[in-house]
Structure formats: C-alpha cells, structure tokens
C-alpha cells in the first residue's frame, strides 16, 4: 500500500494555464506538507497543514493555493502557470506539527513541466 | 542566512571505498532535529535517520554510519565499502521547535544535497 500518493506523476502544460496536483496519505497523519524541488535539488517548504488547518505559508506567490478537504487530502492548485513553476513537487506528512518527532514521508513527487 | 550547509556538491568514489558526507547546521533553539534523506536516480525521498539535539551518540546501520558532534554544529554521515546502490543525492536536514523566535517550526530545512556517484 502506498503511503503518500501523488497525483499525476508528471504534468506537462502551456505556461498560463491552471492546473491541480492532488496527494493523499493513508497513514493516518495529522499533517501535510508541499515541498518544492527546483533543477537544481534544492528543496523547500511551501505548505503546511495540520487538521485542515494552513500552519506554514512560506511566502509563496498566491497562485499556489493549498486545499484540505480533510486531513488525509492535500491538494495543490496553481493559477496561471508560469515557466519558473517547472519543478518537482513532492507532498509529505507527519503524525504532528512537530516533525522531529516522527520523520516525514514523502510521495513520490510530480515533475511539472511548463512550456 | 543558510541554515543547513552541505559543502560538497558533488562527490565521485569507485566501489568498495569509504565516503563521508558533510553536513554543517545552523540554529538559535536548543531542541532540534536532524535528518538525512536519500534521492535515487529514481526521484524519490527515502528516510535514513533522525537524530535529536539531546542525542549525540552515534549510530551505526550496517555500512552508514552518523556522526554528531554538536560542538561543531555538524551531522555527518559515513557509507563504509560503497557499492554502486548508494548512488543518489543526499539531503541533510534540520527541524526547529521555534522556541527562540517565531521560526518555521516544525517543517524540514534542507541543504543543498551531495551527489554521490559511486563507480564499479
């Protein structure tokens, strides 16, 4: 069984259109995160929610808005694409808010290409 | 300012030889937590170890093996008689409890990664 899922996998797209990317957790965690990786590896925090609720925004543009239909679901929109949103989005979850205590797990990831 | 360093980019070894991957962290609170996470080619994110503040012993996991010294404020790992599997990016990672300031509590800070390439 797949712990954190991600959907799609890859997701190729025309730089200004609007597109969904959607993870789930069947771990029973209180906490979903999106982390960003660029071309070069480097991975970064975007989001977090803890029970539905945004606890981390770390200064992401507002075409990126989270949503928590529940705590097993977070799902990723982003409104008019642009090229520098080419990455690899990865989702994560936690038991709490406090991730030292248990470590993260992660999906697979989803490379979004813009072209 | 760069919370997590991880100094060496890149990194190439034959098989069979020893390699020590650096990592050097920065943070005001004095609960925190460690990782170190491991890329395959393939992509995705694969938990090693997790070490807290209060724990400095080291550990040893079949042919890895960590090194926490906080007096230097570094996490380094160590793959022992590498063999060609190990070659990946290697994240280190540190999480704050905030209880000095208003931080990003609770979620990973990662460094830079190393690439490993391990050659037959």
């Known amino acids: 069984d797949t712990a954190v899922s991600q959907t799609p996998k890859y997701l190729v797209t025309q730089m200004g259109n609007d597109k969904s990317i959607k993870c789930e957790q069947n771990l029973g965690h209180d906490t979903m995160y999106w982390y960003k990786q660029d071309s070069k590896k480097f991975l970064k925090i975007m989001f977090s929610?803890?029970?539905?609720?945004?606890?981390i925004n770390e200064t992401v543009p507002n075409r990126f808005s989270p949503k928590s239909p529940d705590k097993a679901h977070l799902n990723l929109h982003i409104n008019s694409l642009e090229l520098g949103d080419s990455a690899v989005y990865f989702c994560?979850?936690?038991?709490?808010?406090?991730?030292?205590?248990?470590?993260?797990?992660f999906g697979d990831g989803t490379r979004l290409s813009i072209l | 300012a760069q919370k997590v360093t991880q100094a060496q980019t890149e990194i190439s070894v034959v098989e069979k030889e020893d390699v020590t991957l650096d990592c050097v962290y920065e943070t005001r609170d004095t609960t925190y937590y460690l990782f170190w996470y491991k890329q395959p080619p393939s992509g995705e994110l694969v938990f090693l170890i997790r070490r807290n503040s209060f724990d400095e012993q080291n550990e040893i996991s079949g042919r890895y093996s960590w090194n926490f010294q906080k007096s230097t404020s570094s996490f380094n790992f160590t793959i022992t008689a590498s063999q060609v599997v190990d070659s990946a990016v290697y994240f280190c990672?540190?999480?704050?409890?905030?209880?000095?300031?208003?931080?990003?509590?609770?979620?990973?800070?990662f460094g830079k990664g190393t690439k490993l390439s391990v050659k037959p």
């Open positions: 994560a979850s936690s038991p709490g808010t406090d991730a030292g205590n248990q470590p993260q797990h």
């Open positions: 929610y803890n029970n539905k609720e945004l606890i």
């Open positions: 990672a540190l999480s704050e409890r905030g209880e000095n300031y208003g931080g990003s509590q609770g979620n990973l800070i």
